[in-house]
């Protein structure tokens, strides 16, 4: 099997919102093997995650917007998304889980095996810790909108 699959999944985090975006591997040349069908449905599952962490992604925006200079408000707002989206993540964390567990089963070496689990051992890092790394960026945006006001001076009214 190609790594190919893997890798492009494993891209999905790259791509699915720029607030959240990671360096992603580069992938390697392209193989002349059709894709199997577990690969097509992940990568279809990966398309639906990216989809829906568009939408996180605007939740989040509207919330940080919402808030204002209460920093607390925002961050419970944003709290509360995260939690609607958890079970995204954790599904594509045990989609990909199973994939890999699939392909690995039938990989013709050791080395396969090892790169496999590799690659599932850094998506489902990287998966976890997305929460953590939303919730820290909105952090510091709501941080810089609640002190944009104070930063900004008011000028005095002009005397006629």
Do not use: N
């Not at 199973?98 to 489902?124: C, G, H, L, N, V």
């Not at 104070?150 to 002009?158: I, Q, R, S």
């Amino acid at each position: 099997m190609s790594l190919r699959i893997v890798l492009a999944a494993s891209a999905v985090l790259a791509f699915a919102a720029p607030a959240f975006a990671q360096d992603a591997p580069a992938a390697p040349p392209a193989a002349a093997e059709a894709p199997s069908a577990a690969a097509l449905e992940l990568e279809a599952k990966g398309e639906a995650f990216k989809a829906r962490m568009t939408l996180m992604q605007g939740e989040i925006e509207a919330a940080i917007t919402g808030a204002g200079s209460d920093q607390a408000k925002g961050l419970a707002d944003v709290d509360a998304i995260l939690a609607r989206y958890q079970p995204d993540i954790d599904g594509l964390i045990v989609a990909f889980d199973a994939f890999i567990d699939a392909e690995a089963a039938s990989a013709p070496d050791e080395a396969t095996k090892t790169e496999m689990q590799e690659a599932k051992t850094a998506m489902r890092t990287a998966l976890s810790g997305l929460p953590a790394q939303v919730r820290g960026a909105a952090q510091s945006a709501l941080a810089a909108q609640a002190a944009a006001p104070a930063a900004a001076p008011v000028a005095a009214p002009v005397a006629e």
